[in-house]
């Protein structure tokens, strides 16, 4: 389960790069230990084009300012880049999980009729879905502006991951098949609530084949 995938750009990427960066997104100190080394951050596209060629293999975090969210509340997400033999692979864009009040209000407002009324609840989307397209649309411009710079690989892939409430609008930008550059991409999400009542969802084989959602059998958020 732990070994790479075996096409394209993903035979460079595990599934514990989905767990590292789904847990690397909530910023939290106490994670240290855990995660180790975290990813350089880069703070303009400029450095980035500047210092590629003397970077290591690695996964790095493009925290350009047009993508510089608050952390104390609201919708969180990060992207990052996986350098390899001086080329960016792939990016991920990563989703933050429930981590303060504006995010319970955000669970108990769509998820709640599905815990009342069971997995065939219709839902609407979460509001922090439309935050979340605005995000993607700001990375598809640096994806643009990267592959103008000739950062990009010919096997270039872009990934979705997030954890809790993360990993079900990771799930959404895939099964509403809104992402499509460079193609639809994968996610991986981690306990995330069930996005099955959502409008608009693609469920179809070839669209739930990019999607995988991993749940502990004790979690409750991704029972619902």
Same mark, same amino acid.
């Given at each position: 389960?732990?070994?790479?995938?075996?096409?394209?750009?993903l035979r460079y990427i595990s599934?514990?790069?989905?767990?590292?960066?789904?847990?690397?997104?909530?910023?939290?100190?106490?994670?240290?230990?855990?995660?180790?080394?975290?990813?350089?951050?880069?703070?303009?596209?400029?450095?980035?084009?500047?210092?590629?060629?003397?970077?290591?293999?690695?996964?790095?975090?493009?925290?350009?300012?047009?993508?510089?969210?608050?952390?104390?509340?609201?919708?969180?997400?990060?992207?990052?880049?996986?350098?390899?033999?001086?080329?960016?692979?792939?990016?991920?864009?990563?989703?933050?999980?429930?981590?303060?009040?504006?995010?319970?209000?955000?669970?108990? $407002?769509?998820?709640?009729? &599905?815990? +009342?009324?069971? @997995?065939?609840?219709?839902?609407?989307?979460?509001? *922090?879905?439309?935050? /979340?397209?605005?995000?993607?649309?700001?990375?598809?411009?640096?994806?643009?502006?990267?592959?103008?710079?000739?950062?990009?690989?010919?096997?270039?892939?872009?990934?979705?991951?997030?954890?809790?409430?993360?990993?079900?609008?990771?799930?959404?930008?895939?099964?509403?098949?809104?992402?499509?550059?460079?193609?639809?991409?994968?996610?991986?999400?981690?306990?995330?609530?069930?996005?099955?009542?959502? $409008?608009?969802?693609?469920? &179809?084989? +070839?669209?739930? @084949?990019?999607?995988?959602?991993?749940?502990?059998? *004790?979690?409750?958020? /991704?029972?619902?």
């Amino acid at each position: 389960m732990l070994a790479p995938f075996s096409c394209g750009s993903l035979r460079y990427i595990s599934l514990l790069d989905f767990a590292y960066l789904s847990l690397n997104v909530y910023q939290d100190h106490a994670d240290n230990v855990l995660l180790g080394k975290r990813p350089r951050v880069f703070l303009s596209e400029k450095t980035l084009i500047d210092e590629v060629l003397a970077l290591p293999d690695a996964w790095y975090q493009l925290a350009f300012p047009e993508l510089n969210l608050p952390k104390n509340d609201g919708f969180y997400a990060e992207l990052y880049a996986k350098v390899i033999d001086h080329k960016i692979i792939a990016t991920m864009v990563a989703i933050r999980g429930t981590d303060n009040f504006g995010d319970m209000k955000e669970d108990a $407002e769509t998820w709640t009729s &599905s815990v +009342a009324k069971g @997995s065939n609840a219709l839902l609407t989307d979460p509001s *922090y879905f439309a935050k /979340s397209v605005l995000f993607y649309s700001y990375c598809k411009d640096i994806y643009h502006e990267l592959e103008a710079a000739g950062l990009l690989s010919d096997r270039f892939e872009n990934f979705y991951t997030g954890h809790s409430l993360g990993g079900a609008l990771a799930n959404l930008h895939v099964a509403k098949v809104f992402v499509t550059y460079p193609r639809i991409p994968h996610v991986i999400s981690f306990n995330a609530p069930g996005i099955g009542g959502m $409008e608009s969802i693609d469920d &179809s084989p +070839a669209i739930e @084949s990019h999607v995988v959602s991993m749940r502990a059998h *004790y979690d409750f958020v /991704s029972a619902i």
